[in-house]
């Protein structure tokens, strides 16, 4: 079984932030398959049959024997507007797990909100699919030690769109709005209210 996961955006016949996932993938051997050779990503997807028009998801699993056919499907967007404040113990991976099963375990504890926005030792880390940001007033502030170093993330740290900060939950009402980002959602394309986060805790 492929034990990794890379998700890229492919939009009008082009993957997004390829040397990002590259360099994800890159870590990821060079922490478990020491001395195994790298797949080169663009190398391999741009074999593929590439649709033209559009906006898909590329789903790319892989391990030690290398990478697998991409399962490349029309990505539509989640409607957030809630969020439910979820304690966890999870980690920070430099890597994307394809066993999600945590992930979702998690997400079911979001009761009648839309998703779930996870808190490690009191700080706020990610949502269940997503890393997030917090507007101060003056800038975009992202959790430093988030669960998934993802690759939108260090995008918008490169460009100085965001900055990295421990953010307590117990802190909220110091920002004014947060969004969610990934691979597939861009910087602004989903915001929730402050006032739309709940905060009762379940525990993991």
Same mark, same amino acid.
């Given at each position: 079984?492929?034990?990794?996961?890379?998700?890229?955006?492919?939009?009008?016949?082009?993957?997004?932030?390829?040397?990002?996932?590259?360099?994800?993938?890159?870590?990821?051997?060079?922490?478990?398959?020491?001395?195994?050779?790298?797949?080169?990503?663009?190398?391999?997807?741009?074999?593929?049959?590439?649709?033209?028009?559009?906006?898909?998801?590329?789903?790319?699993?892989?391990?030690?024997?290398?990478?697998?056919?991409?399962?490349?499907?029309?990505?539509?967007?989640?409607?957030?507007?809630?969020?439910?404040?979820?304690?966890?113990?999870?980690?920070?991976?430099?890597?994307?797990?394809?066993?999600?099963?945590?992930?979702?375990?998690?997400?079911?504890?979001?009761?009648?909100?839309?998703?779930?926005? #996870?808190?490690?030792?009191?700080?706020?880390?990610?949502?269940?699919?997503?890393?997030?940001? #917090?507007?101060?007033?003056?800038?975009?502030?992202?959790?430093?030690?988030?669960? #998934?170093?993802?690759?939108?993330?260090?995008?918008?740290?490169?460009?100085?769109?965001?900055?990295?900060?421990?953010?307590?939950?117990? @802190? #909220?009402?110091?920002?004014?709005?947060?969004?969610?980002?990934?691979?597939?959602?861009?910087?602004?394309?989903?915001?929730? @209210?402050?006032?739309?986060?709940?905060?009762?805790?379940?525990?993991?």
């Amino acid at each position: 079984m492929y034990r990794f996961l890379e998700s890229i955006k492919l939009k009008e016949g082009v993957f997004f932030r390829l040397e990002y996932h590259q360099k994800r993938v890159s870590q990821c051997f060079q922490q478990f398959f020491p001395g195994q050779k790298k797949p080169d990503l663009a190398a391999w997807l741009y074999q593929q049959e590439v649709l033209q028009t559009g906006l898909y998801k590329c789903r790319m699993l892989y391990d030690q024997q290398g990478l697998l056919r991409p399962e490349i499907t029309p990505y539509r967007m989640r409607n957030i507007k809630t969020l439910k404040l979820v304690e966890t113990t999870l980690e920070p991976v430099l890597y994307k797990s394809a066993d999600r099963s945590v992930y979702e375990q998690l997400f079911v504890q979001r009761g009648d909100c839309d998703d779930v926005l #996870l808190v490690r030792n009191g700080l706020l880390t990610d949502t269940s699919y997503a890393n997030v940001a #917090l507007f101060d007033g003056e800038q975009w502030v992202t959790p430093r030690l988030p669960v #998934l170093y993802g690759t939108n993330r260090a995008y918008l740290l490169e460009k100085k769109m965001i900055v990295e900060k421990d953010i307590k939950a117990v @802190n #909220l009402h110091h920002y004014h709005k947060i969004r969610l980002f990934n691979a597939m959602i861009e910087f602004g394309e989903v915001e929730v @209210n402050l006032s739309d986060i709940f905060a009762s805790f379940a525990k993991q």
